[in-house]
């Protein structure tokens, strides 16, 4: 499978009604291994919000993080853009039905300043993001709980960004990679 998240401005699909035309609202798309459509999600907080990065978790669940002017559903802002994990799976009424993506929580985080999430990662049952909040690099371990929702172990203030950005987030031999 093969999962795309971005952000799209109006209508994911044509004719689509938005709140706002005017306003960025984060997606994801998961494809099958022959490159089939299974579901779309186009999740958007009030104000603007755009996803900067999707992954698969070990139990097939897709985690999107990203950033939003307001809150998201199923979460609180804290203020200016803040950094988002939304998890989603997937359900299915009965054998003929469609498969369809399921919003099944989201965190959202930051400061009073405008934050981000650059780069996540999943590993097993933990979750990490990097990104940068109020003008620092930040990372946040989150453990991902039974039901699929993450929930945040603990945060890192790495530094001062002075304009950089995060590049990618990996985890090998137990160890976090920034």
């Known amino acids: 499978r093969v ?3 971005g952000s799209v401005t ?14 960025s609202d984060s997606f994801v798309t998961v494809f099958d291994a022959l490159g ?3 579901w779309t999600q186009s999740r958007g907080a009030r104000a603007a919000d755009e996803a900067t990065a999707v992954s698969f978790g070990s139990d097939g669940r897709v985690y999107v993080s990203g950033r939003a002017q307001s809150a998201m559903p199923g979460a609180g802002a804290v203020g200016g853009w803040d950094g988002y994990v939304q998890v989603f799976g997937e359900n299915q009424s009965h054998a ?9 929580g989201a965190q959202q985080f930051g400061t009073v ?10 590993d097993g049952d933990n979750l990490y993001t990097a990104g940068i909040e ?6 946040r371990h ?4 039974a039901g699929g ?8 203030n790495l530094g001062a960004s002075h304009s950089g950005e995060i590049a990618g987030i990996a985890v090998a031999d137990g160890k976090l990679i920034v």
Do not use: W, Y
């Open 36 to 38: 089939v459509e299974q």
């Open 10 to 23: 109006g209508g994911l699909i044509p004719g689509q009604s938005v709140a706002n035309a005017n306003l």
């Open 149 to 156: 929702a993450p929930e945040l172990l603990n945060t890192r």
């Open 3 to 5: 999962a795309v998240a």
């Open 134 to 139: 109020n003008g620092s690099f930040v990372v």
């Open 96 to 104: 003929a039905a469609p498969v369809v993506g399921v919003s099944l």
């Open 142 to 145: 989150f453990r991902i709980g």
């Open 113 to 122: 300043g405008d934050d981000n999430v650059q780069a996540m990662t999943v």
